[in-house]
């Protein structure tokens, strides 16, 4: 278990649909990314927050949003969904805003657009 | 562009065999991860490489960090059933947030 919990763990939803992703970090743990993980992208980098502020941006769609709240839990927003979008998301946290030290990833969110 | 090449990309081998998987790049990274990730899993550190020519052991794994730390390797001794999973290399940037992940590879090891 590595602390990180992230909910839920499966959804399934129609094409055009809005859904919201939760994460909540390890404790102690100010920084959170979001990833996506697809069977033909590998792992992406969609953007991290610390301690409540956006700190860098990946490969976001503008469809997609996110934010940290005073808690430190973060919500990854998906919008006007497209098949395409089916994929694992996985939330990581680690202490500090940079990762060269190391991330713990949740168990993801699998995500099915039909 | 994939900045992180690994290879192979599938490897299937008998137990108690060795192998090596390769992270390669045209870029440096301040350190670079290894990650394994099972079936329905999120991705597990393995470790962290920071200096050039770095070695780290972790029991029969061994982790290399070239020495212009643009690329690094993964050697596996004796191979076992549990070593089955995805390999991810991650190499991350001293001043970003972000982990740039390889393709990672799938490793089979049959008993």
């Known amino acids: 278990d590595s602390g990180v919990t992230q909910t839920p763990k499966h959804l399934i939803t129609a094409t055009g649909q809005r859904v919201t992703l939760r994460c909540s970090p390890r404790s102690g743990d100010l920084s959170v990314y979001w990833y996506q993980q697809s069977l033909d992208q590998g792992l992406q980098f969609l953007i991290q927050?610390?301690?409540?502020?956006?700190?860098a941006k990946g490969n976001i769609l503008e469809r997609f949003s996110a934010q940290q709240f005073p808690d430190l839990h973060s919500e990854l927003n998906l919008s006007s969904l497209e098949l395409g979008d089916s994929a694992l998301y996985f939330c990581?946290?680690?202490?500090?805003?940079?990762?060269?030290?190391?991330?713990?990833f949740g168990q993801g969110t699998r995500l099915t657009v039909v | 562009t994939q900045l992180l090449e690994q290879s192979p990309q599938f490897l299937s081998i008998q137990e108690g065999e060795n192998l090596t998987v390769y992270c390669n790049s045209s870029s440096v990274f301040s350190s670079l991860q290894w990650y394994r990730q099972e079936p329905g899993e999120g991705p597990v550190l393995l470790v962290t490489?920071?200096?050039?020519?770095e070695v780290k052991k972790l029991k029969r794994l061994t982790f290399q960090f070239g020495d212009a730390r643009k690329d690094s390797s993964l050697h596996i001794t004796a191979a076992q059933p549990g070593d089955t999973g995805l390999y991810l290399c991650a190499g991350a940037r001293s001043n970003t947030g972000k982990l740039i992940f390889g393709q990672g590879t799938t490793l089979q090891v049959k008993p």
């Open positions: 990581a946290s680690s202490v500090g805003p940079l990762i060269n030290t190391e991330a713990f």
């Open positions: 927050y610390y301690n409540g502020e956006e700190r």
């Open positions: 490489v920071v200096t050039g020519g």
